[in-house]
């Protein structure tokens, strides 16, 4: 078990600027992840800290030693490959025994650790089994039992369900966090997916062109998005251009089209300056009207409904812009017909001004 | 839209497979009468009453020319010399072609890439008989590698035997024969994933260990084909061995010209050449088991 550090890492591709600047430390036993959209950087710092990049710009250190000029088989880094890498023409047996063997370990040692490990991923009785005969999910788990064998010091997880089918993804996204917390190893993961990161991670970094845009918990950066991107790229929002109207301590107030909103302040905001409110489509009420101290509340008219299952969806017209309101499907729910105008209400310190 | 005119074709009615035999019936038809007639006409012959002058099948069943062959120690030691030089040579081209195709294979600039394929090919352009005039004009008596060492003092009068013997025949076929192991090898090798070497290097692998435990395991498809076709290449070549050999070196395909073409003896050229075709088979049949064993137990 370790800690990783990284400090003011980067990584050029030619004039390309791939990693820019990053730096931040990774705790002992921590479930950390990586996200943001493909050529971000993400995988090229996962890539980095496993030794398959050379190290050029800044450090970085596991357990307080810098290990930049460490070629990947002195790191002692488990990396599961989002296409799993199982060695094709070798067994699952031979596969798991693979850093095994390398280490000269006896064969009596080598026997028991591979099945142990088999047995810790649930694949006992795939021993003979070759790639091809094996499913995503299978590879997975032998992939995963092929670096844990090894006792690694951190685990590197290079977006290793995207590509399982939705239930299947589903399904490991809780057995490998389980399979985490019950080894207590330091990971980082990394993915394009806010589903997987939200649900597994102690912590996320949000990268974006090479740069982390923000870093916290899940629901910091669900709940408090820090700048647009962010805001855009984790969950769904409403951005909603505004002029600010008055400032107090408490909060401020926007005008969007006419509209009064109120809205929690930002350091740094001047009155009758241009701003974007952020607003989650699940925040905003619809049907009542809410008459109380730090609410929104507002009739609008429909100019769209579309049903989604778990979730019914409405547009409504805020002046010139729109606001999306996202509401559960209950059975006893109202559906307002488009053309009509309902109640839309949200409390105010649910939205959020970010910088543009 | 209606489709009466597509059902009313005769093609419709020969099905899918039925129209793809249709396109593949040239092809068919010209492997039947130029490879496979002249081949049985061979058989044939090679099994009647050996008659020199005489071509034509004689229908006189016997057994006199396979007798001869594996009797006398003339023709049955040239087989041996002659799979021996095969299975040399396509063990020399792979060990000179296989770090020239990883090169080529991990050079991912695209340019540089065609580049280098580009000088692999280029040896292939030349007819064969004008490149082993070249290698004369380099390894002959008076050649230029001969005259550099009597320049250079290194020798005295007596030039070094670089042609004329088993030496320059090898040479002559790994030269011809490089270009094809190399092609065998690099679509084989670019097509390793690289994921699979970084799996093996994080997991403790040092680099020449993921070289032999994964790389060269991964390639070997490539190799094994590159080999066959190499073997096959050099152990038909009547050229190579005629021209740097100096008909010193008296290979199979030298015994049949031999035969044929010098002593009219067509009967037992074909039992040369039939004996020439059994080794040829029996390597594919050994190739293929290898092939097997090396991709896991399932080709």
Known sequence: ?356 | MSNDHLLASPLHKLGKTGRAWLLATPGIVYFLIFFAVPLAGLFLISFDKPTAGVVEVQWMFRLDNFVRFFTRSLYYEAAIRSAGLAALVSAITLFLGYPLAYVIAKTLNPGRNTLLMILVLCAMQLDMVIRLFGLMVLMGDNGLINEFLRWTGFIGETPLPLMYNFFGVVVGLVQFSLPFMVLSLVGVIQGINPSLEEAARSLGARRWQTFWKITIPMSMPGILAGMLLVFAISFSSYVVPTLMGGWKVVVLPIHIYQQIAELGKWQFGATVAVVMFAISLLSMLVYQRAAAKASGGRA
């Open chain 1, 1 to 356: 078990m370790a800690n990783v550090k990284l400090s003011e890492l980067s990584k050029y591709y030619g004039k390309n600027l791939a990693v820019d600047n990053i730096s931040v430390e990774i705790m002992e036993g921590e479930f950390f992840s990586l996200l943001g959209p493909s050529g971000c950087g993400k995988s090229t710092t996962l890539r980095m800290i496993a030794g398959f990049e050379e190290t050029e710009i800044g450090s970085i250190e596991i357990d307080g030693v810098d290990v930049s000029g460490l070629l990947p088989e002195q790191r002692e880094i488990g990396f599961v490959f989002q296409n799993y890498a199982i060695f094709p023409h070798m067994n699952v047996y031979d596969n798991i025994a693979f850093g095994l063997r390398l280490r000269k370990l006896s064969a009596n040692e080598i026997d028991s650790r591979v099945r142990a490990a088999l047995e810790q991923v649930g694949m006992t009785g795939f021993e003979n089994r070759y790639q091809k005969e094996m499913s995503g999910g299978q590879q997975q788990r032998v992939a995963l039992a092929r670096v844990l064998v090894t006792e690694p010091r951190i685990l590197l997880l290079d977006e290793p369900l995207s590509a399982l089918d939705k239930n299947l993804r589903e399904e490991m996204k809780f057995w490998i966090k389980d399979l985490q917390s019950s080894l207590g190893i330091t990971t980082i993961y990394v993915t394009h997916d806010q589903g997987e990161a939200l649900t597994m991670s102690d912590r996320i970094a949000v990268m974006n062109e090479g740069r982390i845009a923000q870093i916290g918990t899940p629901e910091e950066i669900y709940e408090h998005p820090t700048d647009r991107f962010v805001t855009e790229f984790i969950g769904e929002s409403n951005i909603l251009r505004a002029k600010v109207a008055a400032v107090s301590d408490t909060g401020c107030e926007l005008d969007i089209d006419g509209q009064t909103v109120s809205a929690p302040v930002r350091d740094g905001i001047l009155v009758s300056a241009d701003t974007i409110l952020a607003l989650r489509p699940e925040r905003v009420l619809v049907g009542e009207k809410a008459d109380k101290e730090g609410w929104n509340s507002f009739e609008l008219p429909i100019k769209k409904v579309t049903y989604q299952g778990p979730f019914v969806r409405f547009l409504f017209a805020l002046g010139t812009q729109e606001l999306i309101a996202e509401v559960a499907n209950r059975q006893d729910m109202e559906k307002p017909d488009p053309g009509t105008k309902a109640w839309v209400s949200w409390q105010s310190d649910s939205g959020r001004i970010i910088a543009e």
